[in-house]
């Protein structure tokens, strides 16, 4: 919708992408680390674990309230299609994130023998909150049946093949997302044992990349078209080859023992996955029936929640960065780190 000579609901569009991006990256490493749990026996090292994302892991989750907020009141065909299509996984997953919450609250206050209750905790709501947010993904690439402008479908088309998968590979995702995070805020042995989890995680990840590069096209006309006809095949090209690049050098910087570089690496695979996956969806906002600018809000109303949403974003980048900027470093055995 053009005013002034501006089209809102790309704006808009931007800003929501940009949203969940940010939601992707930092809640994502921190859900990765409760998927992690399991696999280190000592305390002190869950300790540690813990204490690097807990000064910020329920600001992380902003971006998610944000993401939501907006697509309820810019895209509102949208919101009531997905939601009426996912309501079940999305209630999983809110349910697991309050669980994951409440562990967070009541681990570091727990005695030593219920300890291990919340750790549990803290692992099946990571687990479970990561599984349906790629089932929710994956429902959505997979598309939803619509019918004058309203869900059209069963509440459980969700469980196929493909969403099912999706969840899976989040899970791996979020996992190597948080062992990356973790190889720079840990040191020792801690790290030493990290670094080796990372080179699997690695392997696992870039095998479901190919995966999925793979199964979309097969099973959707649309994506097939889309990536693999003229002129579009020799301008996408490339994006393959910079995503195996990028892989190489993810498992160069592990090996070299690099703090940083692994992180970012992952971080810009999967923004890489999140082009790829806009790329194939364009311009539906609900495939394949309705896109963006038919599912948007009238003019005004996008224009009066751009000013207010203008007006806190800039709030939300500043105290995100200072809180990053203040608990940066490593985070050592012993240090207080929550409460």
Do not use: C
Not at 128 to 156: H, K, N, W, Y
Not at 201 to 230: E, G, K, N, V, Y
């Amino acid at each position: 919708m053009n005013y002034g000579g501006i089209d809102f609901t790309l704006v808009w569009l931007a800003i929501i992408l940009f949203g969940l991006a940010m939601y992707v990256i930092m809640d994502g490493f921190d859900l990765g680390i409760g998927i992690l749990f399991p696999f280190f026996k000592h305390k002190e090292d869950k300790d540690v674990m813990m204490n690097t994302v807990a000064p910020v892991w329920d600001g992380n989750e902003t971006w998610m309230v944000l993401g939501g907020a907006a697509l309820m009141g810019v895209f509102p065909v949208a919101y009531s299609v997905i939601l009426s299509a996912l309501y079940l996984p999305l209630i999983f997953m809110l349910l697991a994130l309050i669980f994951r919450g409440v562990a967070f609250e009541f681990r570091f206050k727990a005695d030593e023998s219920h300890t291990k209750y919340w750790d549990a905790s803290f692992f099946f709501g990571s687990l479970i909150a990561t599984f349906f947010q790629g089932v929710v993904l994956g429902a959505i690439i997979e598309g939803m049946p619509v019918v004058d402008r309203q869900f059209a479908g069963s509440s459980f088309d969700w469980v196929a093949p493909f969403p099912l998968f999706s969840g899976l590979g989040l899970v791996v995702a979020y996992a190597l997302l948080g062992a990356t995070w973790l190889l720079i805020k840990t040191e020792g042995a801690l790290e030493a044992q990290i670094r080796r989890y990372s080179y699997v995680l690695t392997a696992l990840f870039l095998l479901t990349i190919l995966i999925i590069s793979i199964w979309t096209p097969l099973a959707h006309d649309t994506i097939a078209s889309r990536w693999f006809s003229a002129p579009n095949f020799y301008f996408l090209m490339p994006i393959p080859f910079i995503v195996a690049l990028v892989g190489m050098l993810l498992l160069y910087t592990i090996k070299i023992r690099h703090s940083h570089y692994p992180f970012f690496m992952v971080l810009i695979l999967m923004l890489l996955g999140f082009v790829g996956l806009l790329i194939s969806l364009w311009p539906n906002i609900i495939p394949y029936d309705v896109t963006f600018w038919e599912a948007a809000a009238p003019i005004e109303s996008q224009v009066f929640m751009l000013i207010g949403t203008l007006l806190i974003l800039p709030v939300i980048l500043m105290y995100t960065g200072w809180s990053y900027y203040v608990f940066r470093g490593k985070v050592r055995p012993g240090e207080g780190g929550y409460h």
